[in-house]
Every structure is written in structure tokens, then in C-alpha cells.
């Protein structure tokens, strides 16, 4: 493409960017666009450019607008899981039901042609890892041919949980980057222009800090008032290039954020901290005030208990027997009116109601410990799932959680009865090391949960098998799951069938096993009972486990494949590393081999240890069995770029560990046909 015909195509596409405004429709397809085989300022040889991102946000009418259009540039573009497969994340809110809405989507050739999409997404877990789990709604785009445009728009609409007590607005970001070289992006928020708040000549915009240098270098325009809306237009943005084990991917993306505050609000941190703990405190205080029936049901609860943290673990069980709705199903307001859902006005309601989200029956906890003397308070905590928190960012959007915390012989215990199934003495984990505001009447003072030690997430795999002269090892697997773990297994199955539980247990251990392996899961039990561990056995088939070599038989020490080692491939990496909690695993294996076999060798001990990590692999033959213990633990989360060497060299070792193998020697006549 000559010179001239850059500049002709970029100046047609940002007119037809401008087109968009808040009709919110299919923009119009220039000819540049349809004929372009290579796009200017693109990676030479990328498999597929964004031509065009549009973001549309209007927190009057609580909704977000997305509209894409991508240009696929050679047989790549059309790979599975490529730009061609769409996911659409599906959105979660402690306050707010999430839907997504006005979803269209079309593919058009490079003659003009249009193909419609006209199929249903399916739901489809984008990724999952260790207290992590990102779900879809993903579809493919029809008839993708390389030269093909895909575009696709939707809207999200956030609806008020009827039992959510207080307002408080979708998080409203810009994040400027994706995985895709974009050549035009646009932006558009038009603030809440009722109540308390600022007023539009006074928007609160945010700079990621971190990243401000990289966003005034690559824009040629900032954040801009246009009437009652804020703007900002971007052009040819570079792709980003995530890293695993990285901390939440967002901390490293040029972000617009925007948050409110009220008229006159100082804009010193302390101060804006201040008045939003004051705010914060105040409401939930009116919430825990409307308390008729509280004291009676604490006391009902605790019985003629006398030991502090005995009568606590009591009120934290009667709790969550609440039925929490913010682990239920999304519900319309129709479903809810129908269900004879009401709204909870106060602690009193979710008691008689015996129903509310998370935030009320946290603060029904909180008025139940007070009730019987205890000193309890809310705590207003980030969620470092989300995004790491950042103090400079006054936005009470990064602390939307209630946890609790109690006064027992003098030091605070942190609880959080509005996460269903957690174990009482526990908060979940993305609340753990994380900023919260202890709320109080002067503004709160800033607290931690404690960071999770190693021994709080465990789990425990047990393989019990015999290899067959082929290689093929069949068995059973138990697993044993406790803490974190567990927890995370229950809450992601919570509104899961018995069919549904057993394939996603069955697709974990999959993922677990090498490639090909054959499981089915036996049994499962524990789904139900946090202070329990979560149970689940499997019989398994492994092909080519062990490999024959002539008179010998190799087989691997270690039966499960390793989640870490891609983390760690490179000599230097980017970002931090990032673990979503401390852990800890314990792996048994033991396999009888086939008749006739005697050991050579029997690899040596393997071990790996830093102060924070430590890793043990020991394997022995006692005549007839091959039997390995191993054990990994983890106990730290967040480690700075210059660890990294440390912790490579610490997992390379772990990897080296899992792959050793055993020598058998000999086997009967049938081992060895064709040898």
C-alpha cells in the first residue's frame, strides 16, 4: 500500500469512527477497508488487525455499549481460539445484576457481501487457574474468509440487586489495549447527572499512573469534555502481550478511569478517603439500625455458650443459612417480582426474609456480634482478583466488598459471612493481603486481612494403579481438597447440576493428566459443607504412561502435568509474577508394574527450597510397586522482576523433578514381542 493510500485509509476510517456517535449501529464499510491486504503501522505478518473499537458508557442509563471490527489478514486470522472465535466476558457485580444485551454480529467479504450471525453463544470458561475463573459468552463468526471483516456489537445493562441496600456505579474504565494491533479506537462516557455528585464540568478522570508515560507518548489526544459527555479518540495502539502467572492484566494496560465524589470534595488523598469512610459508615451504619428481631436471633444463636470465639463461629454459621442471592442466578426484575422477592431495608429484613446479597448479610453478622457485646465493625476491601489496589485512585469502586472484623482479645479477627461456604476464621482470597477501609464514624482506618499461609489451600491427589505391559496405567485418583481450594471448587459449582459438577471435575483432572488420558469421575462429596474437605475420586486410563525400550520399561515418577513451567520458559520476563494465593500439593502415586519387571534404577531424591517455597520428590520400588511422594508448597503471592531468576530457577528445578523416570528391567515373553 503506497503513501498516500495510508493516509487516505486511515483518514476514512476515523470519519467513519465519528459516524458512530450513540446511534449505536453498523458503522459503514469503506472500499479501503473491504481491499486492504496489509494495514499501515500494523506487525508485519499479524494474523488479524482491530480496524476499529468503539466504547459507549452512559451511567444514567446504567449501560455499556462495545463495538469491534477486525480485518483478518492471512489463514491464521481463521485459526480455533482465534480472532474469528468471539468471547464476550460475562460480567460479575457484587451490586448489581449484569445482562448482556442487543448482541449482533456479521462477517462481510471483501465484494460487499454480508454474512449474519445467526446461531446462540454458549457459555465457555476463557480461562481457569488456581482461585480463578473467567467465563464467555462465545460464538464463531460465519463464513470467515482471509480479506473477511468481522465486526460484532453488544451492550451490557446493569440492574440494581433488589437486596443490594446502596447504590453504587458499574466500574467505568477505558482499557485503551487488547491483544490485537487496533487501528482506531473510540471513546465516550456521559456521567450520572443527578444527585450529589460532581457536575460534568468537574469529572473526576484518572491516569493509571504507571502507564501515563506510555499513553502520552502513543496519543495524540487526552480525555476531553464534549458537552455532557467525555471523549477521547486513539490511533494505531500496539498489541499487548500478556504473560502467565502475571498480576490482574488490566494494572498493565493504559486504563482511563472514572470515578464520583461529592461537590466540593478535597482533592487530597487522605481527606477524599475520609469523607468517602464517612459516607461509607454512615449508610451502613442507617442499614444495621433497622435491626427489630436482630438481638433475639444472636442470642438465640449462641445459646448458653460462654467462650468468645465459639459464640462468634455460632452467629457466623446462623448467617449463612441466610439464602445469599448474589451466588444465585442473575434474575430479571419480573423473575423477582414474580418470585416475591423483596427489598431488604435493614438488618431486621434479611433476617425475617431469610434471604439478601452478600453486603446485608455481612452486616446482619456485624449487628448479631454487636448484639451480644462483641466489637464489630464493616470493612470496605478491595479485590485484588480484579485489580491491585491503588490508594492515589479515590474511588470507592475499589472497595465494593464487605468483609467483618471482630475484637477478640484484642485483635481483629477478619470474617466474610456474605461469601458463601467459606470456613468460619477465613475471607476469600482475592480479600486476603488487600487494602480495606475499617469503617468508623471518623472516616476508618486502613486494615489488612492477613495474608494466606501455605498450609490454608491444600490439595491432595492419591493415584493408586498398575501399568500394563503396553504402557497403559488404569487406576483410581482421590482428591482431596481443603481451604482456598475448596472453596473456590464450591463457589464456581454453586448453581450447578450433579451433571454439571462431574463434567467439570472430569475436564479438571483432564487437564491435569497427559494428553489422551480417559477419566470419569466415581464419586463426589463435600459440596455442600465448608469446614469440610471438598472429596472426589476418579478412574482413570493413561495411555503410554511408561514406555518399552527393548528389555526396559521407563516410567515417569509423577503422574500429573505441571501448571506453572510456562510461566517460567523464558530467560527474562516482563511482569511480576503473580500467584492468586499460597498453596500447597500432595501428590502419591503408586503403580504396580507389570509381572516380571525388577527395578535398574530408581531416580534420587529431588528437592528444591527457598524461604518461601519449598519442593520434595522421593520415589522407591518395593518389589512390586513404583511409589512416589511429592510435595510442592508455595507460600508467597506477589514477587517484583527482580525475583524472577530466583523463582525460574526454583521451578525449573520442580520441572526437572516431575519428568525423572524409572528403569525397569526384563518382562515376560509377551513384553517383549517385537523387540
Not at 444514567?60 to 483478518?72: D, P
Not at 465524589?261 to 464517612?278: F, M, N, P
Request: a neutral charge; aromatic letters at 12%.
Amino acid at each position: 500500500m503506497h503513501r498516500n493510500q495510508c493516509w487516505s485509509f486511515l483518514v476514512l476510517l476515523a470519519f467513519s469512527v465519528s459516524c458512530l456517535a450513540q446511534k449505536e449501529d453498523w458503522l459503514p464499510v469503506t472500499p479501503q477497508e473491504l481491499q486492504a491486504k496489509e494495514v499501515p503501522g500494523a506487525p508485519a505478518g499479524a494474523d488479524a488487525v482491530r480496524l476499529h473499537y468503539a466504547v459507549y458508557f452512559d451511567d444514567n442509563t446504567l449501560s455499556q455499549f462495545y463495538y469491534t471490527r477486525i480485518k483478518i489478514l492471512n489463514e491464521k486470522g481463521k485459526r480455533p481460539e482465534g480472532p474469528a472465535d468471539i468471547s464476550i466476558p460475562v460480567l460479575e457485580s457484587p451490586l448489581y445484576t449484569v445482562f448482556l444485551t442487543e448482541l449482533k454480529a456479521r462477517t462481510v467479504h471483501p465484494d460487499g457481501s454480508i454474512v449474519e450471525f445467526t446461531g446462540k453463544p454458549f457459555e465457555k470458561t476463557i480461562f481457569k487457574g488456581r482461585g480463578l475463573k473467567f467465563a464467555a459468552k462465545a460464538f464463531t463468526m460465519p463464513d470467515v474468509t482471509v480479506g473477511s471483516i468481522i465486526e460484532y456489537k453488544y451492550k451490557y445493562v446493569y440492574q440494581r440487586a433488589v437486596n443490594s441496600p446502596f447504590i453504587i456505579f458499574p466500574p467505568d474504565e477505558w482499557v485503551l489495549q487488547s491483544n490485537l494491533f487496533t487501528v482506531s479506537e473510540r471513546f465516550n462516557f456521559k456521567p450520572y447527572e443527578g444527585g450529589v455528585f460532581q457536575s460534568k464540568s468537574r469529572a473526576n478522570l484518572e491516569w493509571d499512573g504507571a502507564h501515563i508515560t506510555w499513553v502520552a507518548a502513543n496519543l495524540k489526544e487526552k480525555p476531553r469534555n464534549n458537552g455532557n459527555e467525555v471523549q477521547l479518540e486513539a490511533h494505531n495502539v500496539p498489541a499487548f502481550t500478556p504473560e502467565d502467572q502475571m498480576p490482574p492484566e488490566d494494572d498493565f494496560k493504559p486504563t482511563v478511569r472514572f470515578f464520583y465524589s461529592r461537590r466540593g470534595s478535597s482533592t487530597v488523598v487522605d481527606k477524599a478517603w475520609q469523607e468517602i469512610g464517612k459516607d461509607q459508615y454512615d449508610r451502613r451504619e442507617e442499614f444495621m439500625g433497622r435491626s427489630h428481631g436482630v438481638r433475639e436471633a444472636a442470642l438465640e444463636a449462641i445459646g448458653a455458650e460462654t467462650d468468645p470465639s465459639a459464640k462468634l463461629h455460632k452467629l457466623y454459621a446462623r448467617v449463612q443459612k441466610i439464602r445469599n442471592l448474589t451466588f444465585e442466578r442473575a434474575r430479571t426484575e419480573e423473575e423477582q417480582k414474580k418470585e416475591n422477592i423483596k427489598d431488604n431495608l435493614g438488618v431486621g429484613d434479611v433476617l425475617a426474609h431469610g434471604y439478601g446479597h452478600s453486603d446485608g448479610i455481612t452486616m446482619l453478622f456485624v449487628a448479631m456480634a454487636r448484639a451480644v457485646g462483641f466489637d464489630a465493625s464493616i470493612v470496605e476491601v478491595s479485590d485484588r482478583k480484579r485489580r491491585l489496589f491503588s490508594k492515589e485512585l479515590t474511588a470507592s469502586t475499589q472497595v465494593d466488598t464487605e468483609i467483618a472484623a471482630v475484637s477478640v482479645n484484642g485483635k481483629d479477627l477478619f470474617l466474610d459471612p456474605g461469601a458463601r461456604f467459606c470456613p468460619f476464621g477465613m475471607v476469600r482470597w482475592e480479600h486476603t493481603a488487600a487494602e480495606g477501609l475499617k469503617l468508623d464514624k471518623k472516616g476508618g482506618t486502613w486494615v489488612k486481612a492477613e495474608p494466606a499461609t501455605y498450609d490454608k489451600s491444600v490439595t491432595r491427589r492419591t493415584t493408586t494403579g498398575s501399568i500394563a505391559e503396553d504402557g497403559t496405567l488404569k487406576g483410581v485418583i482421590v482428591v482431596e481438597f481443603r481451604g482456598y481450594d475448596a472453596l473456590e471448587y464450591r463457589l464456581d459449582a454453586i448453581d450447578h447440576d450433579a451433571a454439571r459438577k462431574k463434567k467439570d471435575l472430569e475436564d479438571e483432572m483432564k487437564d491435569w493428566l497427559p494428553k489422551g488420558s480417559l477419566v470419569t469421575m466415581v464419586t463426589a462429596q463435600g459440596w455442600d459443607d465448608g469446614d469440610q474437605p471438598l472429596l472426589a475420586s476418579f478412574s482413570i486410563e493413561v495411555p503410554a504412561f511408561a514406555v518399552l525400550a527393548g528389555k526396559r520399561l521407563l516410567v515417569p515418577t509423577s503422574l500429573f502435568q505441571s501448571q506453572h513451567k510456562d510461566a517460567f520458559k523464558h530467560s527474562e520476563r516482563k511482569y511480576p509474577v503473580y500467584f492468586s494465593y499460597p498453596f500447597t500439593e500432595y501428590d502419591s502415586l503408586s503403580a504396580t508394574v507389570p509381572a516380571g519387571f525388577t527395578v535398574e534404577n530408581v531416580p534420587p531424591q529431588q528437592e528444591a527450597s527457598l524461604s518461601y517455597a519449598k519442593y520434595q520428590n522421593v520415589s522407591r520400588f518395593d518389589g512390586h510397586q513404583l511409589v512416589t511422594q511429592r510435595r510442592l508448597a508455595m507460600n508467597g503471592i506477589y514477587f517484583p522482576l527482580e525475583k524472577y531468576s530466583e523463582l525460574k530457577g526454583f521451578f525449573v528445578k520442580v520441572q526437572v523433578g516431575d519428568e525423572q523416570q524409572a528403569v525397569l528391567h526384563g518382562g515376560n515373553v509377551n513384553a517383549q514381542k517385537g523387540n
